[in-house]
């Protein structure tokens, strides 16, 4: 028995996923909602069109061929819109379109499928200490595909890294803990209401497991990661909130300050709304600001 996964990438020559060479599988399905997401794409855990605009050449074959009479042509500039709430993710259109304009985000794949894929590039995970890294989305939130997919790995001696906000249930987390060699876990707001407001979940999962894997995980290397939102995450009180839960981890020492940047277009092409379009990059001493606090309780700081 092999499970199904539902994924919406597979990024191969990755360098920012953890050591060397690496293949992405990126996940579709997350239960959070981060008002900064990078990868909106990635949150829904079904099938989704993204509609670009700029390749749209306005032949309307699309909702000719629509089954769920989802895509409107109304507005005098001529480009279609698709009614989100009928769509049912069947990539008809994405097929019909002949500029590509319109395309389908979700894919089923089964391990047996995936570990073909992975395995086209062993060379490259051999010659550059690589590996296989999973992210979304949320790889946690499709446990039996991910534990059977890395295991799987494991026993084709590929590096496993897991990018995770760290958000599911205790028992779930420790039985995927064992597969994976690396980890980038999310740090992102230490406040209860905050963290609920910003991200809608609570907090408490996401630090209990960082403890689990602090305590249990010894020769796992961990890399926190933590958004650098300005106003929301980059505020005083949130990096003395996060340095104080920080410092109580025994054996976790690295972390990497990711800076926030805009990703509109990506909402607009699921016509998806954007929280962030007031907001932009933290300057340059935002970054120092938190990278020495991080230092000073003796971490290890990438930025
Ligand atoms: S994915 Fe299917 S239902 Fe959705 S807009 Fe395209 S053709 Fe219509
Ligand atoms: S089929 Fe493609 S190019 Fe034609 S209107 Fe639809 S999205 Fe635009």
């Not at 996940?27 to 855990?45: A, D, Y």
């Not at 690295?254 to 277009?265: G, M, N, R």
């Not at 970054?287 to 971490?299: Q, Y």
Request: glycine fraction near 8%.
């Amino acid at each position: 028995m092999t499970y199904n996964g539902l994924i919406f990438d597979i990024k191969r020559f990755a360098v920012h996923d953890g050591p060397g060479i690496r293949t992405t599988v990126f996940m579709k399905g997350c239960p959070l909602r981060c008002w900064w997401c990078h990868n909106p794409e990635g949150i829904l855990p079904k099938n989704e069109i993204m509609f670009l605009e700029y390749k749209c050449m306005r032949c309307r074959t699309c909702a000719g061929v629509c089954p769920a009479g989802a895509i409107f042509f109304e507005n005098e500039r001529g480009f279609p819109r698709i009614e989100r709430s009928l769509c049912i993710g069947c990539g008809i259109c994405a097929d019909a379109c002949p500029t590509n304009a319109m395309r389908l985000v979700g894919r089923v794949i089964n391990v047996d499928e995936l570990i073909k894929e992975l395995e086209r590039d062993v060379l490259f995970y051999d010659k550059s200490g690589g590996g296989v890294t999973f992210s979304g989305g949320e790889p946690l939130s499709q446990p039996h595909f991910l534990k059977e997919a890395l295991k799987k790995c494991k026993e084709h001696g590929f590096h496993t890294a897991l990018d995770t906000s760290g958000f599911a249930p205790r028992d779930v987390f420790e039985e995927i803990m064992e597969y994976v060699d690396y980890f980038l876990f999310d740090l992102k707001l230490a406040g209860e209401e905050e963290h609920k407001k910003y991200t809608g979940v609570s907090n408490g999962p996401i630090k209990e497991n960082l403890r689990v894997l602090d305590e249990k995980g010894r020769g796992k290397d961990v890399l926190l990661r933590l958004p650098v939102v300005p106003g929301i995450t980059d505020t005083d009180e949130n990096v003395k909130g996060l340095v104080e839960f920080a410092s109580s981890l025994k054996d976790i020492r690295q972390i990497e300050l990711l800076p926030f940047h805009d990703v509109s277009e990506k909402y607009a092409r699921l016509s998806r709304e954007y929280k962030m379009l007031d907001y932009s990059a933290p300057p340059p001493a935002t970054m120092k600001r938190i990278k020495e606090a991080f230092e000073k309780i003796g971490f290890s700081v990438k930025a």
